[in-house]
């Protein structure tokens, strides 16, 4: 059963006549009749029955009619839902995002949607409680600041995968922060939609009273022959030690494998080892000892992109939480 065939069917039963079933919902007589005689292959018993000219409902018509009604109301029902969810300003958003990502940014970012709420809460004062319990707008025991903080609720988690692992997280999450090195292959287009957040460098680190230090930019010549603490293989920026060790012909002394950027930096801050951080997303605040130089020669550059599905997109509490990581990364990576 086609649910238009239903309410062709309640129609007959409410008009009396497929004339104006055909006028009332502007198609011709011939398809109401079309449609009736379609629904009526899956009942094994009279739906309609002549009446003079007309064509009225039999007792069991009628029973499918009130059936159908009920079928036509859950579905308008359901639209009603699905849209009041997509075009919810303070729905439930779920990000994941990299380590160096979630450092950076989820403190920010859920410092700028609670000004976004204390802002609209400030616009907008709330009324009393009785009045907007009068109004139906709150349950009792609701804070006020709900019904007028149309902001929405984070809830944020971390994921240490490898590049290519970042669009499957599409599947748990609703944001995902992903990064890829430039050479790296692009996103899936047929599965995640990527919105661009930075082109973040990844830079030479070295303890501030280091040889390099005095230098404002370094070669691969100047840092292949010390030894480094990398990310483990398959992760960034590991695979930036391999161009470096083919530019400056040698290869790349790797003591310590850690993917944490925190656990990187403490070690690069004892003189001991140098690494890759990146420019924007590991700032001083990871070490005070650590100062980062520009590596020449070679792109070291990694995009960082907000990774999602394509239906997610469509809610408005998704793409507030995307414009505001926009923002904020814009801040960040601010000269």
């Known amino acids: 059963m086609e649910l238009h065939q239903l309410q062709m069917l309640r129609e007959l039963g409410e008009l009396g006549s497929v004339k104006a079933v055909a006028e009332t919902l502007s198609v011709t007589p011939s398809a109401v009749s079309q449609q009736i005689s ?7 018993i009279p739906l309609t ?6 064509l009225i409902l039999t007792d069991a018509g009628r029973v499918l009619a009130d059936a159908g ?5 859950a579905m308008a029902s359901a639209k009603s839902a699905i849209g009041a969810y997509q075009h919810d300003a303070g729905g439930t958003v779920t990000i994941c995002g990299f380590h160096s990502a979630g450092q950076a940014l989820f403190a920010p970012l859920v410092r700028r949607l609670a000004g976004m709420r204390d802002a609209a809460m400030a616009d907008s004062p709330a009324l009393l409680d009785t009045e907007l319990l009068d109004a139906g707008q709150l349950n009792k025991g609701q804070p006020v600041a709900a019904v007028h903080a149309a902001v929405p609720l984070l809830k944020l988690s971390d994921e240490d995968v490898a590049q290519q692992d970042f669009p499957a997280l599409t599947a748990k999450y609703d944001l995902v922060l992903a990064h890829r090195m430039d050479h790296s292959p692009e ?11 930075a082109h973040e460098p990844l830079d030479i680190a070295v303890a501030a009273d280091h040889p390099l230090a005095t230098k404002s930019a370094l070669s691969p010549q100047d840092v292949v022959a010390y030894p480094w603490v990398a990310s483990r293989g398959g992760y960034s920026p590991a695979d930036m030690l391999n161009a470096i060790g083919a530019v400056a012909s040698q290869p790349v002394n790797v003591v310590h494998r850690i993917n944490d950027y925190w656990a990187a930096a403490a070690l690069v801050s004892t003189g001991e080892v140098i690494g890759l951080l990146p420019r924007y997303t590991s700032s001083p605040a990871l070490n005070p000892g650590v100062v980062l130089r520009p590596l020449t020669g070679i792109s070291t550059r990694r995009r960082i992109d907000l990774l999602a599905r394509p239906e997610t997109l469509k809610r408005t509490s998704v793409m507030l939480v995307a414009r505001a990581l926009q923002e904020v990364m814009a801040e960040l990576t601010r000269d």
């Open 49 to 54: 029955r002549k009446d003079g000219r007309n």
């Open 187 to 197: 996103w899936p287009q047929s599965r995640v939609r990527a919105i661009p957040l």
């Open 69 to 73: 009604a009920q079928v036509v109301d």
């Open 38 to 44: 379609l629904l009526q292959r899956h009942v094994d």
